[in-house]
């Protein structure tokens, strides 16, 4: 089955910088690529997804790559604010035409912006 | 739209024992997903239902299993509790046949003593 490695498992950055994850994933027939942000005590939430057909995305702040040759792909965050403070989870499926497939996720980055 | 809604928030069992919870999806999306989340393991995939039919299942054992009714209603069950089991557990909703984004619940907070 698919295996999704994700890194580093903390990050610590000043405010203001910019921060970078990157997960790696195992099956090459796996196509959708979305990232949550989870604060304590509350559900993940999406923040941005990526198909395979793709290979930059970005809404404001937030950018994802994927490299599909060799299968990574990776969470930018510029201008860094402390509402970014979160654990970020990268998530790999084979989600088609036929909807839905399970997500594997990797095992998450905990992102501290530092005042 | 109302989002993802799950019932109950927190459930606390003994060992042995049986455990229902209640996931209702966005109004309109069909797909209903399993997560348990837990500090060792992270997010792990349980199984996704659609049209009422298992499509997808995780590597979990026979004393999980969840249904899914024609309202899009899902349920899941884990029989003959264990103290591993103690965990949250999301459930995902997605549109299932044009979109693969799926939005999560708050969760159901279980703990087996």
């Known amino acids: 089955g698919e295996n999704v490695e994700q890194h580093p498992s903390t990050l610590s950055v000043q405010e203001g910088d910019s921060a970078v994850i990157k997960c790696t994933y195992s099956?090459?027939?796996?196509?959708?690529f979305p990232w949550y942000k989870q604060e304590l005590g509350k559900r993940p939430q999406l923040i941005i997804d990526?198909?395979?057909?793709?290979g930059e995305k970005k809404d404001q702040r937030i950018a994802v790559t994927l490299n599909k040759t060799a299968k990574h792909f990776s969470l930018h965050i510029t201008e860094t604010q402390p509402e970014d403070s979160a654990v970020y989870f990268c998530?790999?499926?084979?989600?088609?035409?036929?909807?839905?497939?399970?997500?594997?996720f990797g095992k998450g980055t905990h992102l501290i912006i530092q005042p | 739209k109302a989002g993802v809604t799950q019932t109950p928030r927190y459930l606390i069992k003994t060992r042995g024992q049986q455990v229902t919870l209640s996931c209702s999806p966005i109004?309109?999306?069909?797909?209903v997903s399993w997560y348990q989340q837990t500090p060792g393991q992270g997010l792990q995939f349980l199984f996704e239902?659609?049209?009422?039919?298992?499509?997808n299942k995780g590597n979990f054992p026979g004393r999980f299993s969840g249904r899914q009714f024609s309202n899009s209603r899902s349920e899941m069950n884990v029989s003959t509790l264990e103290l591993g089991d103690s965990a949250l557990y999301l459930c995902?909703?997605?549109?299932?046949?044009?979109?693969?984004?799926?939005?999560f619940g708050p969760g159901t907070r279980l703990t087996v003593l």
């Open positions: 995902a909703s997605s549109a299932g046949t044009s979109g693969v984004t799926q939005y």
């Open positions: 099956d090459s027939a796996s196509n959708y």
């Open positions: 990526i198909r395979s057909n793709v």
């Open positions: 998530a790999a499926s084979k989600g088609g035409r036929g909807g839905a497939d399970g997500l594997t």
């Open positions: 109004s309109g999306h069909r797909s």
């Open positions: 239902y659609f049209s009422e039919t298992q499509r």
